[in-house]
Structures are given as structure tokens and as C-alpha cells.
């Protein structure tokens, strides 16, 4: 079979429409052919694989058997075209539109302020949609379940949550629900005024089910009437077969043992997008009815292995309550480890045989299907057998037992028996949408009222190449008594026998190996309450290790009100939505690879080196010319202007030409110390003498703190279009930038022309945190020059994998420090040595060092304060800016010698705290005075907000009555200075233009990232001009309107350029006196007109020249930042000792942001900011390996939060009464502060760590590194299993990660 032949035709309907494709290719995905051939681009590609959920789209089919419909959710980038045959696919174009009506799912998210960048956004819609099309009442449960495979980088989830939770029946009281009883009318005194919401739940649109576009009838005809045929597909490189009988299957098996299945192609997918694998022919069963049959024996049951796993949970679901209890337990624990498997997405076409047959290392299902005694049916041409599912099956990494041309037709899960229990257990890095780090299968059986063993089967993944069985351990259990002697000597031969080398993949080893012993615990727990709950036993059960609770309660975002004399119209100050909310929920909101392919535009790719150090003797592109599709090869020497990008006066290459940049190999900063290898200037500061101040307090005590890097994970990659415009070297660029400016300058000097013949667009970005300024220069210069060279439109959008490889992100920081207090809890003196990880090139390194240092004294007057800090120069990729800019780690590091202190005295973090802080007119370290007030504040009515003492009690009674779980709980402050140190960076310009009919178009310098910017900016023009919003719009940022941008960053983008619209704004109200004066009664159309046919111009420049901020590093003083934006927040977590799995409870978040311009949009970003502190600090893991190699490069491997990570209780309160001389109508910048205040569950965690470890008898400081993982969190509770586990000597072996 090969490319040429005549195929059939693909028959599938799109949003109710026909498709017919004569020539489908096996290779293409539903994705690229909604978004390249259709050209419905509201579905996004966020990365390729099934993990983020920007793809999401529903599936719907119809069963001619039982004439019933079937509507799923599901990931468009892994759904082959050719599997669609016969389907139904709804996309976000497809419920919904401007143009016509929205539909009730896309409003309540917008409304719901659900939408930042909105990038992520239609795939929320068509997770939440699709559950509402199978279930118009869903509860929150399902809600949260619907939404765990869809990731969002902007929001924190819990506006989203909200807008779904409106649909939800269940009584909860939130303003969500607009209950007459709401929490928020809290003492229920009628006389207190009615609290500000962020959104009225009355205003939405009804959920009317009867509306939803129909299975289309002549699919229904078609599966009805039509004698199902064998579909052939020929593809360029890969052939697709579906035969519909098995009989037919399983000779095209044989004939082509090595073709695989596919069914959800969940693992085949991934392998041949990020492996290159080739498949000259694939075979998909999916209309081989045999592989969906379920059938009932007195024994068990037989589910047919083509069964998604959603199917499979639905039956298990719907058969549990059939029959008594002691029968299910198999089914219930493999019910329960499907539910924390993968997400809704890839559980819906993932199907049962394919996960047994994929054998990964540390698959859900295996471990628990081999305890229960399954087996799987298997034929092939050779005739049909069945074959257990036991050690012998799983052979390796992939491997089986099967014989390639086997086809697993059914799978038995057997029912068990009286005195038989069953437990499934797993632990990974995020609750939700991971693979497991260990999971495990276990089965024991009992003879009747006997705890004596008479079978048990313990099977683990995550402990080796595929599933594998503790045969030992169960020989050692068998025939001996259910209890804590027996299992103390299996806990001894498990740890024989399953040995992970300390260079085992994966790494995590000390870990993995504690979790067989700690989960045979758990294990050993349940069993034992089991036995005691049927009379078995009278032993009391040490403890019951109840699951972490789960349920996202509703939650509190308080702000003021407006003053009561403010006009309707004015909309600053109000929850206005952001104006693009609605497009996002659509899809119809246009992101950069969203604008059409113009003629002959080219597509750009990067090679990387493969090495890290090497010269380039020469290069040769011959091979790469014959590559099909390949136009140009662009290298260093086709660059006609600058070769570099100058950054913080060095020069960093663009294009590698006589050596691969990265010069020192070696990865760590700990090496970089060794060889003094540094980015300068080195900076340091210090406030009165802390040599002489140690000499004279009570304690002193020294410590040490990692804490890793941080992947920006925008939802949209990198992307740029670059258009020679065809004359005087011209050349219009599209691009995700966060400056404009600065793409322009670097496209134009790297071209050698001037700046006038480059125009740079940014109509939105779809997430930037600080990624997207001097990495995306570099990249855009790179992709002008092949513009250049080949004079057509040139495209490039980072891979995902690709964009984390070479972008960089936040920096690894490690501090020494020194710190010296006296008994009462004054800390006099403090010494800080940071040291960055900066990578390859210098980067804003140098920057960020300085504002970790200016940062360094946080809300505390240390009399004795000395910082030093470095870049270190290593062979990672170079790291950048990242939201709050060297602030979050540098903060980091302060809190945690604070906590020290704490430690050592013995009392409470709080209170240590609460000693050392500024109080009354203060100086900072670099001598800038200001006041604390409003910061005391905050940190006041966080307290009482939070029930702070009360709640700080409940938590150390919990943690005396719990041995295996610990509550913890911190309270957290930051003093942020907002603006730019660089002085220029502060001013910003605007250009409105008022049209003759009236309409209003303004344009400034920032760019809308999802912070709400241009949200803001109409609020302000609105107000200025005293018109409504909707007369006002904005539709880009650009270079030809106004010149010489500033980027949008350091929380600064609505100060500066707010007070530049403003400015344009006043000048031309002022222009319309006169016409106002002549015609007090007029309406503003009718000024616009006289204004024009009177000669004046309906046109200004507004313009913010900033504060004159400065940092002398010489004097050691300045004023770095324009104003200080305070906050303080409050987390408890409840953490699982064994598994170092954790849920926060509860936050509570104080900020001062002044006069908030958008309620709405603040909160967002501080709910926002939060999310992704608390992924910085608990959960994201970049892994290196030794040479420096990135092995996190997609969301399989790199955990940002999700749904499941965000704090049940989740309360938000601007500070009320609070003013600000600095900035627009007396608000502050919000966007970076908080993400320092994530930080807080950080220090949960480790209070929580600490009770455990008392528990063991170790009080007093202890090192803990950031992120707090599940790893570090049981690792460092140094439980009696942790202890068992040996410890491997540094040097002695080659680890598979490095800890950078
Ligand atoms: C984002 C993501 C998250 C995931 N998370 C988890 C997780 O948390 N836990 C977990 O356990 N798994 C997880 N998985 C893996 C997933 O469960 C498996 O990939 C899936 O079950 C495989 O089924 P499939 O139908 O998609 O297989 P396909 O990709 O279609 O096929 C996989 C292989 O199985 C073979 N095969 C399929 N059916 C049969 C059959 N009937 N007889 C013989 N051979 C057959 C094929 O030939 C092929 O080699 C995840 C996958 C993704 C993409
Ligand atoms: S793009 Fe499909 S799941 Fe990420
Ligand atoms: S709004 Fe969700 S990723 Fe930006």
C-alpha cells in the first residue's frame, strides 16, 4: 500500500456541516485541519500532545445498536482525521458566535471574568459544553473533573470555576449563585449595604439544552443503512486501514504484524509527533464490534479492550451498586485509579487495551488489573487463547508477552471473594492529569474469619521498565497473620527487591523507594480497618488516613464600591469585563498564528545544536535543500546587519557562527562559584556595619537555600510573521511581544535598515510573565532575515518542546546566609549572598540580581543588612525575565531565615514576624523614606480576616491527634516597589483619534497580555472623555502609531500608559469646549461633527515622562521604584506524610493595590499571580540532566497548576481606603507582587513538615528546598519509612537530574 492510490472518501460533519475529503492523510490531525484547511481557528494548539486542553473540541457518534448518541470531549491535536469517519465534531466556532448568539457556557465564563489572555479559553468552553451536553445539572464534582485536563497560565482557575459553577444545582451559597441567602451578606443585618460583586448571575442567559446543534440525520442514515465497508486512506508516508469485522482485523494483523492499533492514539500520537516514528501502515479497529462488548459471568466480567476508559468507568460505575460489596472491591479500586488517570480528554478515547498494551513503567492500570487476577483474551491468525495478566505479561518498557500480530480482544476483570480486598494507590507530581510517579495494585484474601494470609499479590508501577510484581514480599506475607510484625518484615524484603539505582531514569529514586514502603502502609492500614469493620479483629487501627479533601469551596473577592456620587457612565473603579472576554470565549479573539497565510509564506524551523560546547568546523545544507518543503537554509552569514542582540553591554550572537555559545560546561551555579565564572557587575549593598552588629547578638545561625527556576508555559508559544511589504525594504511584522519597540529596533538592525521600514503589530499575546521581550527579539531577527533572504512572508511558532528549550525562564537562585538575633526575636543583623543561575548569554541577569538585592530587607528593619549578589555564568540556556523579576526567589530566601529565626527561638514564624517589621516612618536599606502603614494594615485585617489565632490553634490540635497527616499554616507579607530602576523605561505615549461619527480609537504602548491593559486604558478614556466604553475601541499596539514603546513589564503598563491616554484624552475634551459651550445640550456626535466642520483636530498625542526613579549602586541608595504595592496572605495546607501529597485549604489574600481602575482585573491578576507563585514554589520542576540537557519540555513532564492545585477556599480583599499619589486615579501596579505570595503555601508545607518531624523528634531548623514537591515534602517528614530508604553518596554515581 502506497501514497498515489486512490482512497475512499472521509465523510464527517464539522459544526453541522458536511466534510468530504477524498484525499485524508493518515498523518494530519483533527487539529491542523480545523485550524490550516478550514481555517476555524478558535481551536488552539497549546502543545501538541494531550496535555494542556487548548484543543479541545466534542466528539459525537451514533450507536445504530442501541440508538443512542454519544457526546465526548476531546484533544483535536491527537484525534487522526481519518478515526472521524461517521462523527459529529463541534468546535468553539460551532455554539456560538458574536454574530449571532453566544452561547450560555461562553457567556458565564467571559462574564464570570473567567478570560485573561483568553488563549485558553475555548478549550474551557468545550470541556465545560461537552459535559453539559451529557449533563445539563453537572455538579461540582464533574465540573472540576470536566476542566482538569485544560490548563489556563493566567487565571488561578477560580473565575473560571465560578462562571461553571453557576450551572451547577447544588446549593452553595456564593454571590456566584446569588442565593437570597448568601455567605456574603454575612450577619444578615438588612441595614448593611449590599457588598460589591464581580459579576450578577442574574443577567445570564438560561442553559436551554433543546437549543444544541443536532446530530446530523444523514449520519444517522449513513450508520443505519449503509454495509460497512473496509476504509482505506492513503497518506504521503502512511496508509490507514479500518476493517469492520474481526475476522478481517486479524488477518490484515497478520499480514502486518508491526502496523499498530489505533484506538485513542494517546500513545502512538505522541511517538510519532515528539519521536519521528514512522508507521508505513496503520490499522484502526474502531468499528470491529467484538473489541466493545462487555459480557457478565458468574466470575466477572469480560470488557471489550477497544472500551475508552470513560466507557469502562461508566460500566464499573453502573455495575458496583449491582452487587454486594465483597465482590467489587476489584472494581471499585480500578474505578478509582480511572478516575485519576490522565483527564476527561484522553479518557474518553484512550481505550482499555491500549493502555495494558502500551506496559508503561508506571501505568494506573496495570499494576492493579495483574493484583486482581485479570487476564485479556487475545486472537490472531494462530487461533485464540487467554493469557493472565501477571508478572510473565509485562516484559518491558512497551514490551508484553502478546506476539505482534495478537489483538487483545476483551479483558476479564474477575469479582472477588468474601474476605479478598483490593486497594489501588498512586502518587504524582499533580493530583491531576499526571503520570504517576508509583502506583500500585494490591490484593490480599483471607480464609473466613481468619487474618492469617492465604493469597496476596502486590504489583507496583514506576518501580522499573514496565509493571512489576514484589513476588518476594507476597511469598514472605503468605500464611502468616494480617499485622504489624508480618508487614515490618515485608517492608524489609520489599526494599530487596525492588532496587532502583540511584541513575535510575526518572530519578526521584529515595522517593519511589519510600513510596512501595509507605503505600504497603496505607495498604496495611485499610486492610486492617477492613478486617476489624467485618469482626476479624479487634486490634484499634493506628490511624485512618482519609483522602485529602477535595471540594473547591465558593469564595470571597472583596472590593469597594464606587463613591455613590460617581456617574453611571463612568466606568472606572467597576468590575467591567475585559473587552475581549467574549472573543476568547468564541474564539474569534485573533492571536498571531490565528491571521491567514499570505501567498507563499514560508514556515521557519530552528536547529539547535546538539551539543553544548563544540566549534562549527563548517556547514554544510545540502541535505537539508532535498528535504521535501524545505525552500532555504538560513545561517549566521545570511545576516546583512548585526550579528548580535547588545544586551547590558555584551553582545549575544543570534545565530551560532564559529562556535556554539555555550563556553563553561557546566550547569550548576555551585560550579560557576568554583571557577568564578560571573556576568558583570557583581552588586552588593549593605545598611549599617553587620561585621561589627554579629559580634554583639544573643544567636547567630547560618543556612543555605535552592530554590529552582520557573518555565514561563505561556499557552501561545513564540510567534511572528514577518511581510516584506515588496518595496524599500519594508517589512511588517506580527508578533507576541511584550515590546514592540524593541522588535522593531531589532528586526531593523539586524537587517541594517532603519527603524522607519519596520512596523511591529501586537494585537493581543496569549500569555507573555516576562518571556516575551528579549528572547523574542532574537527570534524575530532571526525570522526577518529569512523574510529577507527568500522575499516571502516567513512564519515561525515555537513547538512547545522547542519554546522551553531554548527561551529560558526565571532563574535557579541559591543563597548563603548569615543571620544574627537576640532571644526577644529582634534580628540585628543579616548577611544574603545570592547567586543566580543565569545560563549562556548575560540576558537582564545582571537586573535581576539588582532587584533581588533592592527587594532584600522585604517588610523588616534590619539594622544590620548586608546583600551580595551574582549572576552565574553557566552552559544552561539563558534565563530572562519572568514575572516579579528576581523578586520571588531573593524573598524567598528572606522569609525562610526568618522562619530560621523562628525555629531556633522555638516560637511561632508569625511572631517573629511581626517583631522585626518596619513600624512608623521608615528607611529602606538603599535609604528611601516611606511609610508602612498600609502595609500594618494589610497584614492586620489579614489576620482577622483569616481567623488567624483560632485557626493557628485548630492546626496544632490536628496535627496532636494525627500521626500520617499534618496541617500547616503561614502567614506571608511583601512590600513590592513598583515602576522601572531604569528611569527611561518609565515614560509612555498614547494617540487617540476621534472619528467624525463620533467613534473613538485609542492606541498606546502596551500590550494586552491577558493583565486587562487595554480594558483599563478604555476605562480611562471613557472617564476622560465622558463617553460609554463601547464608543471607544483598541485594536492594536503598533510602532507607526506610537513610537518608541517601553515594554509592557514591572507592573507598570496601566501607570505609564494610563496617564498617557488620559493626557490625550484631557487635551481633546478640552479642544471640544468650545463646541461643548456653544451647544451645552448637544450630544457628543453632535460636538464631534461641529468640531470638525469648526477646524479643530479630533486627533492628540498623550504622553507620561514618569518619575525620575535611579539606583546608585556606588552611594548604595536610590529610589528604584515609583510607590510600594503591599500585600499579605495566609494559607493553610493539610499535607500526607507518606506520599507528600498536599492540598491547601484555604488562602486568604490582602492587598493594597490603592483605588482599584477594574476590580475584576486586579483580582484576576492577583488570583492569577498567586497560582503561578504557588507553582514556582510547590510544583514546577525544571529537569536537567548532568551535561545540562532539558528533559521537562511539554506538560507530560512539566507540572504547572491546574484546577486541582487551587485552593479549596480561595478569598481575595483589596485593601480598602487606600490612596496613591503615584499612579492613575490613586491605583497601584498589581501584576508581579503576588506571585511572591504563593509563597505562603510554601510555608505551610514546610510548618507542616516541621510537626512531622517533631513527631520524630527532630525540632529546630531544617533545610528545605523550593519547590516544595510531594518528593521534598515526604522525603523531608523523615518518617520510619524514609529512614529505611539508604542513601546514596553524592559523586558516587551518575544521577539522572541534577538539582539546578
Ligand atoms: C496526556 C496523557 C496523559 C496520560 N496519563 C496517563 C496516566 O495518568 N496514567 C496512565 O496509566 N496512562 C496515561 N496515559 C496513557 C494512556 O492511558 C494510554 O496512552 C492509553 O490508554 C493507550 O490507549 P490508546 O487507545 O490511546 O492506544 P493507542 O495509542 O491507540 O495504541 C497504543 C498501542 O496499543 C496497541 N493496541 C491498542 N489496542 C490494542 C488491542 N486491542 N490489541 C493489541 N494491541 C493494541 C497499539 O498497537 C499501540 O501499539 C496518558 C496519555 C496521555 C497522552
Ligand atoms: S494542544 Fe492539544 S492538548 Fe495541548
Ligand atoms: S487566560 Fe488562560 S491561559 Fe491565559
Not at 484525499?23 to 487539529?31: F, G
Not at 445539563?136 to 485544560?150: H, I, K, S, Y
Not at 514603546?1045 to 471640544?1072: H, W
Not at 499535607?1135 to 476590580?1159: A, E, H, K, Q
Amino acid at each position: 500500500m502506497s501514497a498515489g492510490k486512490q482512497g475512499d472518501t472521509l465523510c464527517f460533519f464539522i459544526n453541522g456541516k458536511k466534510v468530504t475529503e477524498d484525499d485524508a492523510d493518515p498523518e494530519t490531525m483533527l487539529l491542523s485541519f480545523l485550524r490550516e484547511k478550514l481555517r476555524l481557528t478558535g481551536t488552539k494548539s497549546g502543545c501538541g500532545g494531550g496535555g494542556c486542553g487548548a484543543c479541545t473540541v466534542m466528539v459525537s457518534r451514533y450507536q445504530p445498536a442501541t440508538k443512542t448518541f454519544t457526546h465526548y470531549s476531546a484533544n483535536a491535536c491527537l484525534l487522526p482525521l481519518c478515526q472521524l469517519h461517521g462523527a459529529a465534531v463541534t468546535t468553539v466556532e460551532g455554539i456560538g458566535s458574536t454574530k449571532t448568539t453566544i452561547h450560555p457556557v461562553q457567556e458565564r465564563i467571559a462574564k464570570a471574568h473567567g478570560s485573561q489572555c483568553g488563549f485558553c479559553t475555548p478549550g474551557m468552553v468545550m470541556s465545560m459544553y461537552a459535559l453539559l451536553r451529557n449533563k445539563p445539572q453537572p455538579t461540582m464534582e464533574d465540573v472540576t473533573q470536566a476542566l482538569a485536563g485544560n490548563l489556563c497560565r493566567c487565571t488561578g482557575y477560580r473565575p473560571i470555576v465560578d462562571g461553571c459553577r453557576t450551572f451547577c444545582q447544588e446549593a452553595n451559597c456564593c454571590q456566584a449563585n446569588g442565593d437570597a441567602n448568601c455567605c456574603r451578606n454575612g450577619d444578615g443585618n438588612p441595614e448593611k449595604p449590599e457588598e460589591p460583586r464581580l459579576f450578577e448571575k442574574e443577567e445570564f442567559l438560561p442553559l436551554d439544552p433543546t437549543q444544541e446543534l443536532i446530530f446530523p440525520p444523514e449520519l444517522i442514515l449513513m450508520a443505519e443503512t449503509a454495509n460497512p465497508e473496509t476504509l482505506t486512506f492513503y497518506g504521503e508516508r502512511t496508509t490507514w486501514v479500518s476493517p469492520t469485522s474481526l475476522e478481517e482485523l486479524v488477518q490484515l494483523k497478520a499480514k502486518h504484524p508491526k502496523a499498530p492499533l489505533v484506538m485513542g492514539n494517546t500513545n502512538i500520537g505522541p511517538d510519532i509527533k515528539f519521536k519521528g516514528v514512522l508507521h508505513p501502515l496503520i490499522i484502526s479497529p474502531s468499528r470491529v464490534k467484538e473489541l466493545f462488548e462487555v459480557s457478565e459471568t458468574p466470575q466477572g466480567v469480560w470488557v471489550g479492550a477497544g472500551c475508552s476508559l470513560s466507557e469502562v468507568r461508566s460500566l464499573l460505575e453502573k455495575l458496583v451498586p449491582q452487587f454486594p460489596e465483597e465482590k467489587t472491591e476489584l472494581l471499585r479500586s480500578l474505578n478509582q485509579q480511572l478516575g485519576n488517570l490522565g483527564n476527561q480528554q484522553i479518557r474518553n478515547v484512550a481505550s482499555l487495551g491500549g493502555n495494558i498494551v502500551s506496559a508503561y513503567p508506571n501505568s494506573d492500570l496495570n499494576p492493579v488489573l495483574a493484583a486482581g487476577n485479570c487476564k485479556v483474551s487475545v486472537i490472531s491468525s494462530g487461533g485464540r487463547r487467554e493469557v493472565p495478566l501477571n508478572q510473565d505479561f509485562f516484559m518491558g518498557f512497551g514490551k508484553t508477552i502478546l506476539n505482534p500480530e495478537e489483538i487483545v480482544v476483551s479483558v476479564f476483570i474477575p469479582f472477588t471473594r468474601k474476605g479478598e480486598f483490593v486497594r489501588a494507590f498512586r502518587q504524582a507530581p499533580r493530583k491531576e492529569a499526571s503520570f504517576a510517579t508509583v502506583s500500585t495494585g494490591m490484593r490480599v484474601f483471607f480464609s473466613e474469619g481468619s487474618r492469617v494470609v492465604q493469597d496476596v499479590s502486590l504489583y507496583y508501577g514506576g518501580m522499573g521498565p514496565t509493571t512489576v510484581s514484589a513476588a518476594k514480599t507476597c511469598t514472605a506475607i503468605v500464611a502468616k497473620p494480617w499485622d504489624d510484625e508480618t508487614l515490618s518484615k515485608a517492608y524489609d524484603i520489599i526494599l530487596d527487591e525492588l532496587v532502583l539505582p540511584p541513575s535510575a531514569p526518572g530519578g526521584k529514586v529515595e522517593f519511589r523507594r519510600s513510596l512501595t514502603l509507605s503505600l504497603l502502609f496505607k495498604f496495611h492500614l485499610e486492610v486492617l480497618q477492613k478486617l476489624r469493620d467485618t469482626n476479624v479483629i479487634k486490634d484499634e487501627v493506628p490511624e485512618k488516613i482519609w483522602p485529602l479533601p477535595r471540594e473547591i469551596q465558593p469564595s470571597l473577592q472583596e472590593f469597594q464600591a464606587v463613591s455613590k456620587d460617581q456617574s453611571a457612565q463612568d466606568p472606572v473603579g467597576r468590575p467591567i469585563m475585559h473587552r475581549s472576554a467574549v472573543g476568547h470565549a468564541t474564539g474569534e479573539a485573533v492571536y498571531c498564528d490565528d491571521i491567514p497565510k499570505t501567498d507563499g509564506e514560508l514556515f521557519l524551523g530552528l536547529v539547535t545544536s546538539s551539543r553544548a560546547h563544540a566549534k562549527i568546523t563548517a556547514v554544510d545544507v545540502s541535505q537539508a535543500l532535498q528535504l521535501p518543503g524545505v525552500v532555504d537554509v538560513v545561517t549566521a552569514h545570511d545576516i546583512p546587519g548585526m550579528k548580535f542582540r547588545p544586551m547590558s553591554g555584551q553582545e549575544e550572537e543570534l545565530m551560532a557562527e564559529t562556535e556554539v555559545e555555550c563556553l563553561h560546561v557546566f550547569v550548576l551555579e555551585s560550579e560557576a562559584i568554583e571557577k568564578s565564572s560571573y556576568y558583570e557587575p557583581r552588586r552588593s549593598i549593605e545598611r549599617g556595619n553587620v561585621t561589627e552588629a554579629f559580634e554583639k547578638v544573643d544567636q547567630i545561625y547560618e543556612g543555605e537555600m535552592r530554590m529552582g527556576g520557573q518555565e514561563h508555559f505561556y499557552m501561545e508559544t513564540q510567534s511572528m510573521l514577518v511581510v516584506p511589504v515588496g518595496e524599500e525594504m519594508e517589512f511588517d511584522v506580527y508578533v507576541s511581544t511584550q515590546s514592540p519597540s524593541a522588535i522593531q529596533e531589532a528586526v531593523a538592525e539586524t537587517l541594517g535598515i532603519s527603524s522607519n521600514r519596520v512596523t511591529c503589530h501586537v494585537k493581543r499575546i496569549g500569555g507573555a510573565f516576562g518571556g516575551k521581550v528579549t528572547k523574542t527579539s532574537h527570534l524575530v531577527s532571526i525570522t526577518s532575515v529569512a523574510a529577507l533572504k527568500t522575499n516571502r512572508a516567513v512564519r515561525c511558532v515555537l513547538e512547545r518542546g522547542d519554546d522551553m528549550l531554548i527561551t529560558g525562564g526565571r532563574h535557579p537562585v541559591m543563597a548563603r546566609y548569615k543571620v544574627g538575633f537576640m532571644n526577644d526575636g529582634r534580628i540585628v543583623a543579616a548577611d544574603m549572598e545570592y547567586f543566580t543561575n543565569a545560563g549562556n548569554t548575560i540576558d537582564e541577569s545582571v537586573l535581576v540580581v539588582e532587584k533581588m538585592l533592592v527587594h532584600m530587607d522585604n517588610v523588616y528593619n534590619i539594622p544590620n543588612l548586608r546583600g551580595r549578589g551574582a549572576a552565574c555564568r553557566t552552559n544552561l540556556p539563558s534565563n530572562t525575565a519572568f514575572r516579579g523579576f528576581g523578586v520571588p526567589q531573593g524573598l524567598l530566601m528572606v522569609e525562610n531565615m526568618v522562619n530560621d529565626v523562628a525555629a531556633v527561638l522555638g516560637r511561632p514564624a508569625d511572631e517573629i514576624r511581626e517583631i522585626n517589621m518596619y513600624r512608623g516612618p521608615s528607611v529602606t536599606h538603599y535609604k528611601l523614606e516611606f511609610s508602612p502603614e498600609n502595609f500594618l494594615r494589610c497584614w492586620d485585617e489579614c489576620k482577622l480576616k483569616c481567623d488567624y489565632s483560632a485557626r493557628r490553634k485548630a492546626v496544632d490540635q490536628f496535627n496532636q491527634q494525627s500521626r500520617w497527616k499534618k496541617r500547616g499554616m503561614s502567614i506571608i507579607p511583601i512590600k513590592y516597589g513598583v515602576a522601572f530602576a531604569e528611569s527611561f523605561l518609565n515614560q509612555a505615549a498614547a494617540l487617540v483619534h476621534i472619528y467624525k461619527d463620533g467613534s473613538v480609537l485609542v492606541t498606546h504602548g502596551g500590550t494586552e497580555m491577558g493583565q486587562g491593559i487595554h480594558t483599563k486604558m478604555q476605562q480611562v478614556a471613557s472617564r476622560e472623555l465622558h463617553i460609554p466604553t463601547w464608543k471607544i475601541y483598541i485594536s492594536e499596539t503598533s510602532t507607526n502609531t506610537v513610537p518608541n514603546t517601553c515594554p509592557s513589564a514591572a507592573s507598570f503598563g496601566t501607570d505609564a500608559n494610563g496617564m498617557a491616554v488620559k493626557n490625550a484624552c484631557e487635551i481633546l475634551y478640552q479642544r471640544l469646549e468650545p463646541v461643548r459651550k456653544k451647544n451645552p445640550n448637544g450630544t457628543w456626535e453632535s460636538w464631534v461633527a461641529a468640531a470638525f466642520f469648526g477646524k479643530i483636530s479630533l486627533s492628540a498625542t498623550g504622553y507620561f515622562r514618569g518619575e525620575d526613579l535611579y539606583m546608585d549602586w556606588e552611594k548604595m541608595e536610590g529610589r528604584p521604584g515609583a510607590y510600594f504595592t503591599f500585600g499579605v496572605s495566609c494559607s493553610e495546607v493539610e499535607l500526607n506524610c507518606l506520599t507528600g501529597d498536599y492540598r491547601t485549604l484555604r488562602t486568604d489574600i490582602m492587598v493594597d493595590i490603592g483605588r482599584s481602575v477594574n476590580p475584576s482585573v486586579d483580582i484576576g491578576q492577583i488570583e492569577g499571580a498567586f497560582m503561578q507563585g504557588l507553582g514556582l514554589y510547590t510544583l514546577e520542576e525544571l529537569k536537567f540532566s548532568p551535561s545540562g540537557l532539558l528533559y521537562t519540555r511539554g506538560p507530560s513532564q512539566y507540572k504547572i497548576p491546574a484546577v486541582c492545585d487551587v485552593p479549596l477556599r480561595f478569598n481575595v480583599y483589596l485593601l480598602p481606603d487606600s490612596d496613591n499619589p503615584h499612579a492613575i486615579y490613586s491605583s497601584k501596579g498589581i501584576g508581579e507582587p503576588v506571585v511572591f505570595l504563593g509563597s505562603s503555601v510554601f510555608f505551610a508545607i514546610k510548618d507542616a513538615v516541621a510537626a512531622a518531624r517533631s513527631d520524630s523528634g527532630l525540632v529546630g531548623p531544617f533545610t528545605f528546598s523550593s519547590p516544595a514537591t510531594p518528593e521534598r515534602a515526604c522525603l523531608a517528614c523523615n518518617s520510619q519509612f524514609t529512614q529505611k530508604i539508604p542513601t546514596s553518596k553524592p559523586g558516587s554515581f551518575k544521577p539522572w537530574a541534577l538539582n539546578i
